[in-house]
């Protein structure tokens, strides 16, 4: 999150993005760190505090609001069991930043753009071409709905179905 933190500060400093604001979906951390703390000193720090708005835990229902009303979903993980919100943002025709580690890269496929979660200027670099270029944010809505269709439970369920008959063969 600082690097996302500070790379928003260097597109606040920009007078087409003054109005921009980080919206910080769900809770914070665990026991075994204080994240939000962490967080709120870096927001200090970057002189932010008006800038961002946390929401803590959303309940299901309206994380499609969420989702379609932003500009993009920006996920700088250092880790990710699977990767829920890539997917739930392209399925909800919002464009995806996310890293280009842990399991990020197999669920976005080609249909987000994957930067380094410590590289500033590389998310600073990224949110600026998805805010600006509207045939990139055209491009990443279609790759992400194509993308997202891949993980639904159909096809989930599906692909369980034909491994549970492979593997029921053997039974025989």
């Known amino acids: ?48 505090s008006g800038e961002i708005r946390f929401t803590e835990v959303v309940p299901e229902e309206n994380l499609r609001a969420y989702y379609s009303n ?22 909800c025709d919002c464009p ?15 249909a987000a753009i994957k930067v380094s979660p410590h590289d500033i200027e590389g998310l600073a670099e990224a949110l600026k071409k998805v805010l600006t270029n509207k045939e990139l944010r055209k491009g990443l ?7 997202a269709v891949k993980f639904s439970w159909e096809q989930t369920a599906k692909k369980t179905f034909k491994i549970y008959k492979e593997v029921g063969k053997g039974f025989r």
Not at 70 to 91: K, Q
Request: aromatic letters at 6%; a positive charge.
């Open 1 to 48: 999150m600082p690097a996302l933190l500070r790379a928003f500060k260097g597109l606040k400093e920009q007078p087409q993005f003054k109005d921009l604001k980080l919206v910080k979906v769900g809770k914070a951390g665990g026991r075994e760190a204080d994240f939000r703390r962490q967080t709120i000193e870096v927001i200090d720090s970057l002189n932010l």
């Open 70 to 91: 932003a500009e993009c979903l920006v996920l700088p993980s250092l880790y990710e069991g699977f990767g829920f919100p890539p997917l739930e943002a392209m399925a």
């Open 96 to 110: 995806v930043i996310t890293s280009n580690s842990s399991s990020l890269p197999e669920v976005v496929g080609e």
């Open 141 to 147: 809505i279609a790759k992400g709905k194509a993308q």
